[in-house]
Protein backbone atom coordinates (compact mmCIF):
# COMPACT_ATOMS: atom_id res chain seq x y z
CA UNK A 1 0.00 0.00 0.00
CA UNK A 2 1.11 3.81 -0.93
CA UNK A 3 2.46 5.38 1.88
CA UNK A 4 3.88 9.34 2.68
CA UNK A 5 6.96 10.11 1.46
CA UNK A 6 7.70 13.58 0.87
CA UNK A 7 6.59 17.07 2.49
CA UNK A 8 4.20 18.39 2.85
CA UNK A 9 2.83 15.47 4.62
CA UNK A 10 -1.26 16.34 5.20
CA UNK A 11 -0.74 17.28 1.06
CA UNK A 12 0.48 14.10 0.64
CA UNK A 13 -1.98 11.94 2.88
CA UNK A 14 -5.04 13.68 1.79
CA UNK A 15 -4.32 13.22 -1.82
CA UNK A 16 -3.55 9.50 -1.19
CA UNK A 17 -6.63 9.25 0.56
CA UNK A 18 -8.45 10.96 -2.51
CA UNK A 19 -7.03 8.36 -4.36
CA UNK A 20 -8.46 5.51 -2.67
CA UNK A 21 -11.72 7.13 -2.48
CA UNK A 22 -12.14 7.28 -6.34
CA UNK A 23 -10.44 4.09 -6.65
CA UNK A 24 -13.30 2.95 -5.35
CA UNK A 25 -12.18 1.34 -1.66
CA UNK A 26 -14.86 3.02 0.01
CA UNK A 27 -18.44 3.93 -1.18
CA UNK A 28 -20.80 6.56 -0.88
CA UNK A 29 -21.52 7.65 2.82
CA UNK A 30 -19.26 4.90 3.69
CA UNK A 31 -17.39 5.50 6.99
CA UNK A 32 -13.31 5.74 7.34
CA UNK A 33 -11.14 3.76 9.62
CA UNK A 34 -10.12 5.11 12.71
CA UNK A 35 -7.33 7.53 12.47
CA UNK A 36 -5.08 5.25 14.09
CA UNK A 37 -5.61 2.78 11.32
CA UNK A 38 -5.27 5.78 8.98
CA UNK A 39 -2.09 7.03 10.17
CA UNK A 40 -0.25 3.23 10.11
CA UNK A 41 -1.97 2.75 6.43
CA UNK A 42 -0.32 5.94 5.41
CA UNK A 43 2.76 5.85 7.70
CA UNK A 44 1.99 9.23 8.71
CA UNK A 45 0.81 11.03 12.44
CA UNK A 46 -2.04 10.93 13.31
CA UNK A 47 -2.43 14.85 13.26
CA UNK A 48 -1.19 14.39 9.79
CA UNK A 49 -4.41 12.49 9.05
CA UNK A 50 -6.70 14.67 11.14
CA UNK A 51 -5.24 17.67 8.79
CA UNK A 52 -6.05 15.23 5.49
CA UNK A 53 -9.51 14.59 6.82
CA UNK A 54 -9.68 18.56 6.91
CA UNK A 55 -8.63 19.23 3.73
CA UNK A 56 -10.97 17.03 1.83
CA UNK A 57 -13.74 18.04 4.26
CA UNK A 58 -13.32 21.41 2.50
CA UNK A 59 -13.59 19.91 0.12
CA UNK A 60 -17.07 18.19 0.57
CA UNK A 61 -14.82 15.56 -0.36
CA UNK A 62 -15.84 14.31 3.78
CA UNK A 63 -17.57 14.78 6.88
CA UNK A 64 -17.19 14.09 10.41
CA UNK A 65 -19.94 13.15 12.82
CA UNK A 66 -19.48 13.84 16.28
CA UNK A 67 -19.02 10.61 17.97
CA UNK A 68 -19.06 8.71 14.76
CA UNK A 69 -16.38 9.24 12.60
CA UNK A 70 -15.67 10.29 8.71
CA UNK A 71 -17.69 9.50 6.38
CA UNK A 72 -17.97 9.82 2.76
CA UNK A 73 -20.23 12.12 1.46
CA UNK A 74 -18.90 12.98 -2.55
CA UNK A 75 -17.04 10.87 -5.19
CA UNK A 76 -16.51 13.95 -6.93
CA UNK A 77 -14.43 17.13 -5.59
CA UNK A 78 -15.98 20.29 -6.49
CA UNK A 79 -13.00 22.39 -8.14
CA UNK A 80 -10.43 23.68 -5.88
CA UNK A 81 -11.38 27.04 -4.63
CA UNK A 82 -8.14 28.89 -5.86
CA UNK A 83 -8.19 27.46 -9.28
CA UNK A 84 -11.69 28.73 -9.38
CA UNK A 85 -10.06 32.68 -8.51
CA UNK A 86 -6.99 31.73 -10.48
CA UNK A 87 -9.29 31.29 -13.77
CA UNK A 88 -11.41 34.73 -12.89
CA UNK A 89 -11.12 37.33 -14.68
CA UNK A 90 -10.76 41.03 -13.20
CA UNK A 91 -13.84 42.02 -13.96
CA UNK A 92 -15.24 38.49 -11.84
CA UNK A 93 -12.85 39.58 -9.23
CA UNK A 94 -14.18 43.20 -9.07
CA UNK A 95 -17.93 41.91 -9.11
CA UNK A 96 -17.20 39.18 -6.05
CA UNK A 97 -15.63 42.31 -4.34
CA UNK A 98 -18.61 44.28 -4.67
CA UNK A 99 -21.01 41.24 -3.41
CA UNK A 100 -18.59 41.01 -0.42
CA UNK A 101 -17.29 44.85 0.47
CA UNK A 102 -20.62 46.36 0.09
CA UNK A 103 -22.34 44.26 2.75
CA UNK A 104 -18.99 44.57 5.10
CA UNK A 105 -19.16 47.81 4.41
CA UNK A 106 -22.95 48.42 5.87
CA UNK A 107 -21.95 45.83 8.89
CA UNK A 108 -18.94 47.97 9.22
CA UNK A 109 -20.55 51.25 10.15
CA UNK A 110 -23.24 49.67 12.38
CA UNK A 111 -20.66 47.75 14.37
CA UNK A 112 -17.54 49.45 14.24
CA UNK A 113 -15.45 50.11 17.80
CA UNK A 114 -13.23 53.18 18.16
CA UNK A 115 -10.56 50.65 18.19
CA UNK A 116 -11.71 49.48 14.34
CA UNK A 117 -12.03 52.93 13.79
CA UNK A 118 -8.33 53.79 14.29
CA UNK A 119 -7.33 51.10 12.37
CA UNK A 120 -9.25 52.45 9.28
CA UNK A 121 -7.76 55.60 9.28
CA UNK A 122 -4.51 54.30 9.82
CA UNK A 123 -4.60 52.09 6.85
CA UNK A 124 -6.00 55.44 4.92
CA UNK A 125 -3.36 57.10 5.84
CA UNK A 126 -0.76 54.58 4.63
CA UNK A 127 -2.98 54.12 1.60
CA UNK A 128 -2.44 58.10 0.65
CA UNK A 129 1.00 57.39 1.65
CA UNK A 130 1.51 54.64 -1.42
CA UNK A 131 0.39 56.18 -4.11
CA UNK A 132 3.96 56.41 -6.53
CA UNK A 133 4.15 52.64 -7.19
CA UNK A 134 1.59 50.20 -8.19
CA UNK A 135 2.40 47.08 -6.11
CA UNK A 136 2.94 49.09 -3.19
CA UNK A 137 -0.59 50.92 -3.90
CA UNK A 138 -2.15 47.96 -4.34
CA UNK A 139 -0.77 46.22 -1.13
CA UNK A 140 -2.15 49.34 0.64
CA UNK A 141 -5.46 49.27 -1.10
CA UNK A 142 -6.17 46.06 -0.27
CA UNK A 143 -4.76 46.61 3.84
CA UNK A 144 -7.44 49.29 3.64
CA UNK A 145 -10.63 47.76 2.27
CA UNK A 146 -9.65 44.58 4.94
CA UNK A 147 -9.59 46.50 7.73
CA UNK A 148 -13.36 47.46 6.82
CA UNK A 149 -14.10 44.39 6.35
CA UNK A 150 -12.65 42.89 9.26
CA UNK A 151 -14.94 46.03 11.08
CA UNK A 152 -17.88 44.07 10.09
CA UNK A 153 -17.02 41.85 12.54
CA UNK A 154 -18.14 38.57 10.36
CA UNK A 155 -15.65 36.09 10.28
CA UNK A 156 -17.02 34.53 7.06
CA UNK A 157 -17.14 37.70 5.23
CA UNK A 158 -13.17 38.25 6.27
CA UNK A 159 -12.46 34.46 5.42
CA UNK A 160 -14.14 35.42 2.03
CA UNK A 161 -12.18 38.65 1.75
CA UNK A 162 -8.61 36.68 2.94
CA UNK A 163 -9.37 33.87 0.12
CA UNK A 164 -9.43 36.32 -2.59
CA UNK A 165 -6.70 38.53 -1.70
CA UNK A 166 -3.82 36.57 -4.00
CA UNK A 167 -6.16 36.81 -6.78
CA UNK A 168 -7.43 40.31 -5.79
CA UNK A 169 -3.92 41.32 -5.71
CA UNK A 170 -2.92 40.01 -9.50
CA UNK A 171 -6.20 41.39 -10.61
CA UNK A 172 -5.47 44.62 -9.42
CA UNK A 173 -2.04 45.07 -9.98
CA UNK A 174 -2.92 43.74 -14.00
CA UNK A 175 -5.92 46.45 -13.96
CA UNK A 176 -3.78 48.99 -13.38
CA UNK A 177 -1.15 48.36 -15.33
CA UNK A 178 -3.62 48.81 -17.93
CA UNK A 179 -5.14 52.03 -16.78
CA UNK A 180 -1.84 53.75 -16.00
CA UNK A 181 -2.86 55.79 -13.89
CA UNK A 182 -4.19 55.31 -10.08
CA UNK A 183 -4.20 56.63 -6.89
CA UNK A 184 -5.12 60.33 -7.83
CA UNK A 185 -6.78 62.54 -5.63
CA UNK A 186 -10.17 62.04 -6.57
CA UNK A 187 -10.23 58.47 -5.48
CA UNK A 188 -8.54 59.00 -2.16
CA UNK A 189 -11.11 61.22 -1.46
CA UNK A 190 -13.91 58.62 -2.19
CA UNK A 191 -11.76 56.51 0.60
CA UNK A 192 -12.09 59.08 2.98
CA UNK A 193 -15.97 59.69 2.48
CA UNK A 194 -16.43 56.17 2.97
CA UNK A 195 -14.23 56.11 6.06
CA UNK A 196 -16.57 59.07 7.85
CA UNK A 197 -19.88 57.64 6.27
CA UNK A 198 -18.52 54.23 8.81
CA UNK A 199 -17.47 56.91 11.76
CA UNK A 200 -20.10 58.43 11.50
CA UNK A 201 -22.69 55.20 11.90
CA UNK A 202 -24.51 55.38 7.75
CA UNK A 203 -25.03 52.18 7.04
CA UNK A 204 -26.63 52.69 4.18
CA UNK A 205 -23.98 55.74 2.79
CA UNK A 206 -20.88 53.24 3.55
CA UNK A 207 -22.13 50.60 1.60
CA UNK A 208 -23.12 52.84 -1.16
CA UNK A 209 -19.89 54.41 -1.42
CA UNK A 210 -18.20 50.98 -1.72
CA UNK A 211 -20.37 49.85 -4.50
CA UNK A 212 -19.52 53.59 -6.04
CA UNK A 213 -16.35 52.65 -6.09
CA UNK A 214 -16.10 48.96 -7.37
CA UNK A 215 -18.24 50.19 -9.65
CA UNK A 216 -16.23 52.40 -11.14
CA UNK A 217 -13.59 50.23 -11.08
CA UNK A 218 -15.35 47.60 -13.12
CA UNK A 219 -16.94 50.68 -15.63
CA UNK A 220 -13.36 51.03 -16.18
CA UNK A 221 -13.00 47.67 -17.70
CA UNK A 222 -15.57 47.44 -19.94
Do not use: C
Amino acid sequence: MAQVRRAPLADQAAELLWQRITGGEWALGEKLPGETTLALQLGVGRSTVREAIRQLAGRGVLASRQGAGVYVTALEAPEDWDAVLRKADIVAVIEARIAIETEAAALAAARRTPADLRSIRRALADRAAHRSHIEAHVDADTAFHRTIVAAAHNPVLLDLFDSFTPRLREAMVEMLRIRRSFGDDTDQDAHAEQVEAIADHDEAAAAERSRAHLLTLREALS
